[in-house]
């Protein structure tokens, strides 16, 4: 079993972000003001001489992504600034990983059949397909930054599925998941095949772990998030479908930290708006972990805004220009589509107690409720 505290595994998570943390993620939706404090920056290297992308079309496109083991295509619009921002940065991942991935670039816009085959029908759309191109192709959901992009192909020529031998080695690897979303399977080798093959091309969605002890016992399909959610599935024979949807529907904690690793994860969930709490820095894992039962229970209530706690040592630009806060600790509820950049959002503050121990269910839920009633003004002034 494992005898380490949430509190001090959440402690080693958010040190690990602070001299790890690499790529745009928090601050996205302000990203021309980025800085180092907002988003993080990685160690200053020299890069590589980017490389340009070999142009694609309908009568080429099948042939490039089946003959190389990892093919990285770029979806665009030749009229799409992102589109051209996107390519600047695939070309300097691709010089990073000095051949260990063929690049191209086709013209969504011209090619439709094509782009519609993949749904990829926004623009810029990064796909990676690896052996058995035509069908098995995985979208990449991460930060635009050339550092990201190459972690994201550098991980996928690793195993999919982690196997572990016994329920205790389980244990031992789930004592070092840090919140981080993982999936553990447990069943025939049948099932173990469905779960791999989901895993294969969902990497960014968590880890994932088959316990080989359980071959002879009844599947089963576990995810294990945040302070030691467990959540199983009810279904005994999945599809592949089953189990995809499943593992995306249940990848976020009901309450837990947000970064560069799983802001995008969160952005895509919160279409009708976010529950932000900004402890105090100087005492954030305290109250964090103390509070992690009322927010839980907040949260299950109000299922159609994610939960998130922030911290604001490391993301103090995203917390004061985004949020509007410059004292803690505070919880922000933004209205409006996250999903969408494009899209104003609506912040509405509550100053917290400073006790932690004030900090109440009761206090949370009538205040979400009157917000959504129209009875607070933006900012937090009662009406």
Not at 68 to 91: D, I, M, N, R
Not at 210 to 225: D, F, G, H, I, W
Not at 349 to 368: F, N, Y
Request: aromatic fraction near 12%; glycine fraction near 6%.
């Amino acid at each position: 079993m494992c005898t380490r505290s949430w509190a001090f595994l959440l402690a080693v998570c958010l040190s690990i972000l602070k001299v790890a943390n690499g790529g745009r993620g928090i601050g996205a939706r302000n990203a021309g003001s980025a800085t180092a404090s907002s988003i993080g920056q990685g160690a200053t290297v020299t890069p590589a001489a980017p490389i340009t992308l070999q142009e694609l079309d309908s009568s080429t496109f099948d042939n490039a992504i089946t003959a190389f083991t990892q093919v990285v295509v770029l979806f665009y619009a030749p009229w799409c600034g992102h589109s051209f921002q996107l390519q600047k940065e695939l070309e300097q991942a691709a010089a990073t990983l000095s051949g260990r991935a063929a690049f191209f670039r086709i013209d969504a816009s011209t090619h439709v059949s094509i782009a519609e085959r993949y749904r990829t029908d926004q623009t810029p759309v990064l796909v990676l397909f690896q052996p058995g191109g035509q069908t098995e192709a995985e979208e990449y959901v991460g930060t635009r930054s050339s550092a990201e992009i190459a972690k994201w192909i550098e991980k996928q020529s690793l195993l999919s599925v982690y196997e572990v031998e016994s329920e205790a080695k389980l244990e031992e690897v789930l004592a070092t998941a840090l919140g981080l979303p993982y999936y553990v399977a447990r069943g025939s080798l049948q099932f173990q095949q469905k779960f791999e093959k989901v895993a294969s091309y969902n990497r960014h969605m968590g880890s994932f772990v088959y316990v080989k002890s359980s071959v002879n016992e009844e599947a089963s399909l576990t995810v294990v998030r945040g302070f030691a959610e467990k959540i199983e599935m009810g279904a005994t024979d999945p599809t592949e479908e089953d189990i995809l949807e499943w593992c995306w529907q249940e990848q976020l904690p009901l309450f837990w930290a947000i970064n560069d690793d799983n802001y995008e994860a969160y952005m895509q969930r919160a279409t009708e708006g976010m529950l932000w709490v900004v402890f105090n820095p100087d005492v954030f894992v305290d109250n964090a972990t103390a509070l992690k039962s009322v927010f839980e229970d907040v949260a299950r209530d109000f299922a159609q805004f994610p939960f998130v706690f922030i911290d604001a040592s490391v993301y103090h630009q995203h917390v004061r220009e985004e949020l509007g806060c410059d004292s803690f600790p505070e919880a922000v509820l933004q209205l409006g589509d996250l999903s969408n950049e494009t899209q104003p959002l609506t912040n509405y503050r509550l100053p917290l107690p400073d006790d932690a121990r004030m900090v109440t269910q009761g206090l949370m839920k009538a205040w979400i409720n009157a917000v959504i009633a129209g009875k607070v003004y933006p900012e937090g002034f009662a009406a």
